[in-house]
């Protein structure tokens, strides 16, 4: 009788567990700038769909061709990006303009995902001879 009242109390809680655990998991970033540790949060929420990056747990790029869509961006964890070049696919709906809808991120949002993406993005690229120019030390990356 007793187990019959508490079980859905059991399973509310267990509920919350798992969501909790949700909201946060994948995201490693820390003990960077404010800016970076923003542009980190901003990324999840808003770029994650489409992108994939494993310092934040996303997933969005196409895993294999066969079962790839037209909305499946390129996969960060392989590609390097340079602020300025990622502060244009911002404004502009990445680099054709076709797929990826611009200003997702405005003002000084912008900044932040472009100072985070510009530090992280890249990091398995193999062979990759791209050199970005600094990021600017008011964009806090
Ligand atoms: C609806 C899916 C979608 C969302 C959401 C999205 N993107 Fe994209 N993104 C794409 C696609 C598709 C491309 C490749 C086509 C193109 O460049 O036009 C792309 C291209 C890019 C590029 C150019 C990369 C390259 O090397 O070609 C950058 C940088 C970029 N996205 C960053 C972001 C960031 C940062 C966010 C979040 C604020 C974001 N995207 C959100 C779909 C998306």
């Known amino acids: 009788m007793l187990l019959r009242r508490l079980l859905p109390l059991l399973l509310i809680a267990a509920t919350a ?4 655990a949700c909201g946060s998991q994948g995201n490693s970033v820390t003990g960077q700038s404010a800016a970076v540790e923003s542009g980190s949060k901003l990324f999840v929420s808003r770029c994650s769909g489409c992108h994939t990056l494993s310092v934040v747990g996303a997933e969005g790029s196409a895993a294999k061709v066969s079962s790839a869509q037209k909305t499946n961006g390129p996969n960060f964890n392989k590609r390097k990006e340079c602020y300025g070049n ?6 502009n709906g990445g680099f054709s303009g076709a797929i990826m809808p611009a200003n ?6 912008t900044e932040q995902v ?4 510009a530090k992280y993005a890249g990091s398995d690229a193999m062979n990759s001879t791209t050199k970005c120019p600094p990021t600017p030390a008011n964009a806090g990356g």
């Open 17 to 20: 567990v798992v969501l909790a």
């Open 86 to 91: 990622i502060l244009y696919a911002l404004r």
């Open 104 to 109: 997702i991120v405005v003002g000084k949002e």
């Open 114 to 117: 472009a100072a985070f993406l």
